[in-house]
């Protein structure tokens, strides 16, 4: 679209999670975890349905890993509830240890026994159960591995030690599987045909899980909500295509993808940016409460677009870019002194310094908040 001129905004896809109707199979109610004078998670509540791939994302320390280890049972809340199954597994009084919770956990690293084969890690996972070969065949089929159940971790791609991990952890049908970075040891070809992979897995077994990764790609790929967490609470939480387009606070906009933030002044029906005009039906949700107010815009590089044009006439100039491949990201200093990114086709290549103009071109609304 041109500057002047953006589209008639269209309304956001929702993708339909798995079984969004489903029953509740864990839930935190009001979670608090405190080590002497820091608090790791605050007040946090959150529930998951049957069948369902919950996400929690986030910045390293922002308690992603924490809650994993209290519904695991590995730590004890200071206060609130984990439940899971319907049953309170910590809190009111009572704490349900992790080898007595029925909980799957897949470590980063594996944690493969070196000394037993394929069939006989997964077998492990079975101790204390009823099941036997039949479950470790079972398994073994699901997870792609038959024809080598007698080799030797040592003898596996990584790819391979992942779904052997998997596989034992879903050995005795837990209620609820949690994955703990679970790709972050895989080189990155692998990291993305394995994630893959494993959402297949999880789905066809049925299992619930909860995930934790500081990946946003790999989160808003696999999962079907995304948690999006910072400094111990919640930010916010939805189905990936949700949060990303319609992020409910600046740092949920700025952890997701490369945002930048353009300033613009309401003048009744219009948003005046350094990048034009533009009307308010373009951006998403009403401003009318902020008429005469400064906002700012959330644009990502896919929603610009620069165009080479003669000093006089420019909004600002090359001052980087980054070669990905398929794509270039330019990052763009506008004269106001703002910046922000435009995404191209690697054939499109502009200089260091090159003036150029920068056009809006989403074909969706934007989001915006209140300038700070």
Known sequence: MSRNEPPEPEPVSERTPTDSTGETVLELDGVTREFGPETAVRDLSLSVREG??????????????????????????????????????????????????????????????????????????????????????????LVGLTDHREKM??????????????????????????LDEPFSNLDVRLRVEMREEVREILKEAGVTAVSVTHDQEE????????????????????????????????????FLGRASFLAGRVRGDVVETQLGTLPTDAING??????????????????????PTAEASADGHVV????????FIYRVALRNGEEVRCHHNHVETFEHGQPVSVDIVADHPLAWYPAE
């Open 153 to 178: 971790p040592s003898q596996l791609s990584g790819g391979q030690q992942q779904r052997v991990a998997l596989a034992r952890s879903l050995a005795p049908e837990p209620d609820v599987l949690l």
């Open 52 to 141: 369902e791939l919950l996400t929690l994302l986030g910045p390293s320390g922002c308690g992603k890993t924490t809650t994993l280890r209290l519904i695991a049972g590995l730590d004890e809340p200071t206060a609130g509830t984990v439940t899971i199954g319907g049953e309170t597994l910590a809190g009111d009084s009572q704490f349900v240890p992790p080898e007595d919770r029925d909980v799957g956990l897949v470590f980063q690293n594996f944690a493969l026994f070196p000394h037993l084969d394929v069939a006989e890690n997964i077998a492990f996972g079975l101790r204390g159960t009823t099941h036997g070969e039949e479950r470790v065949d079972e398994l073994l089929e």
């Open 320 to 327: 980087n870019r980054q070669y990905n491949g398929p794509a």
């Open 286 to 307: 009403p401003v009318d409460a902020y008429d005469g107010a400064r906002i700012d815009v959330l644009v990502r590089p896919d929603d610009l677009a620069a165009v």
């Open 219 to 254: 989160a808003l790929s696999i999962s079907d909500r995304v948690a999006i967490m910072n400094d111990g609470r919640i930010e916010q939480i939805g189905q990936p295509e949700v949060v990303f387009e319609n992020p409910e606070s600046r740092f949920v906009a700025s």
